[in-house]
């Protein structure tokens, strides 16, 4: 079979520099991605998103070497050019080819503006040192987030703010959950080395030995057995999903017992749980065409449960009655913990969305914990840094509780954060470099 070739460079700058252009206008990546040629979508993902990672120190840069801005379309590819000829440890291109490429694409699409591209970049290349440390001397060159969030961060991690936000700009790893219904961790690290693909399986205790975090991401279609259901692209952190929900021991769930998954979309989690266990789900979503998503998830892995189209918060509309014996809460939220693999979130983000999320949230636990069945347990969870959705959330629900209502689980990591240093618990630290920022809490109803 003769492999397609790879469109040239600066098709493929021109390309990031209109996704850049879109978050710009509120857009989101992801929707947009969704129309990328298939042929450059691969190529767009790893410079476009490289470009928006590095955004704020980009635009600082085009001040600095352009004061007056040009028009919104020769800015996207003159900030995405900087942005990928920014220092860095293994530099996408060498610095002529970058600048050669840029000047093509503005050729193409802005041809007046060629050679103001190409003056600019050739000044920054140039000057590099120099300009780097100026753009480095403002919050957002330093970085590459938008202040408040930056604020943010800080107030609710005085210790390790500066360590979220660097960790923030890194590219993440692939990790793997290898479906336990098929195959062990360890059986999949080995079948990847027989492919030369190298792998490491995570040891931690909460990841059950399914783990497994690729030296190198790929397409999935590379993955042995991916289209059979054997694995499934997961983050280490929303693994720990499924264990909560489900329990160990004398507090581990029955087989077929009643679950909720509340805010099912995607459906990473709600088949995580139906791999491990045998329960009566049911997986509930606002959206119907994101729950769309979990159907095909499901058809994949070749698990069932029930879905339906719901807003979790009225029960009245799709609850019949039944307790349940489990909830999991994977709920609505800024999604600040997964900025590395969306990076367009920081620029799309204002401060109002955090309040009104955290709205959503306390209506969705207030409406929730009712349907749940004495001794029954909620697993609360949000992909987000910020306290305002994770331990402060859980504090004021419970203080809204009647004395003795509920039992919050030490055992839950509480929040996860993705450096090194992460102090939640001793069992998340070996694997805190390698997953997303997290928060997670267990309630029993008494």
């Not at 059986?187 to 497994?212: N, S």
Request: proline fraction near 9%.
């Amino acid at each position: 079979m003769t492999l397609a070739p790879a469109p040239p460079l600066s098709r493929l700058l021109d390309l990031s520099a209109q996704l850049l252009q879109a978050v710009r206008t509120g857009r989101s990546a992801t929707d947009w991605m969704a129309q990328c040629p298939p042929d450059a979508r691969a190529g767009v993902q790893a410079l476009g998103f490289d470009a928006l990672r590095r955004l704020g120190a980009a635009t600082e840069l085009r001040k600095l070497l352009a004061p007056k801005p040009p028009p919104p379309q020769v800015d996207a590819l003159l900030c995405t050019a900087l942005a990928l000829l920014w220092p860095q440890a293994q530099p996408p291109y060498p610095d002529h080819t970058l600048v050669d490429q840029a000047v093509n694409a503005a050729r193409q699409r802005t041809p007046a503006a060629a050679g103001f591209i190409n003056a600019v970049l050739r000044r920054f290349v140039r000057d590099r040192t120099a300009l780097v440390e100026a753009a480095e001397r403002t919050p957002l060159g330093a970085w590459n987030h938008p202040g408040w969030w930056v604020e943010r961060v800080r107030q609710d991690w005085p210790t390790h703010w500066q360590a979220v936000l660097r960790a923030a700009n890194q590219r993440p790893p692939m990790t793997l959950r290898v479906n336990v219904r098929r195959d062990t961790g360890s059986a999949y690290v080995q079948r990847l080395a027989a492919l030369g693909r190298a792998a490491t399986l995570l040891d931690d205790p909460a990841l059950a030995g399914q783990a497994v975090v690729l030296d190198q991401p790929c397409p999935v279609q590379q993955l042995p057995g991916f289209a059979e259901g054997e694995v499934s692209v997961q983050d280490a952190a929303a693994q720990r999903a499924a264990g909560l929900v489900l329990g160990s021991g004398e507090q581990a769930l029955p087989a077929g017992a009643r679950v909720l998954d509340a805010c099912a979309a995607p459906g990473g989690k709600t088949a995580h749980l139906l791999e491990r266990a045998e329960l009566d789900l049911l997986a509930l979503d606002s959206d119907p065409q994101r729950l769309a998503r979990v159907a095909e998830t499901l058809g994949r892995l070749q698990l069932k449960a029930e879905l339906r189209a719901a807003d979790a918060r009225q029960p009245a509309g799709w609850w019949d009655g039944r307790p349940f014996d489990a909830i999991l809460l994977d709920a609505p939220c800024t999604a600040s913990g997964i900025v590395r693999r969306h990076p367009d979130i920081r620029w799309l983000r204002r401060p109002e969305d955090l309040l009104a999320l955290a709205r959503v949230q306390s209506e969705l636990l207030q409406a929730l914990w009712p349907l749940l069945r004495p001794g029954g347990r909620l697993v609360y969870a949000t992909c987000s840094v910020f306290k305002a959705e994770g331990a402060q959330q859980i504090d004021a629900f419970l203080q809204r509780l009647p004395a003795g209502a509920a039992r919050s689980d030490p055992t839950a990591p509480g929040h996860l954060l993705p450096v090194a240093d992460n102090s939640a618990t001793p069992s998340v630290r070996g694997a805190a470099a390698q997953q997303d920022g997290f928060f997670y809490a267990c309630l029993h109803r008494h």
